[in-house]
């Protein structure tokens, strides 16, 4: 177990860094298309908790974290 471990938080691990700049596109596509964030499961109990304005600024920093991983792991794959 901790060597499946140790190999995933392995900085030089390609596997996880291109499953992470997938996840980081599909998320910035989703904002693309005007996906609505709130209607999912989660958002609607903790939108009922923090409120909705609060669930927008998490949804709205979460894609700022997803161009930022883009903008950052992305040219090793681009130029390499």
């Given at each position: 177990m901790a060597d499946?471990?140790?190999y995933l938080l392995d900085g030089n691990n390609e596997?996880?860094?291109l499953a992470c700049l997938i996840l980081a596109t599909v998320r910035i596509y989703l904002e693309v298309i005007r996906?609505?964030?709130a209607k999912l499961?989660?958002?609607r109990v903790m939108a009922e908790r923090l409120?909705?304005?609060r669930i927008k600024t998490i949804h709205?920093?979460?894609l700022y974290l997803s161009i930022?991983?883009?903008v950052l792991f992305s040219p090793q794959y681009l130029i390499g």
């Open positions: 499946s471990v140790t596997t996880v860094i996906f609505d964030f499961p989660i958002s409120g909705q304005d709205r920093t979460g930022g991983y883009i």
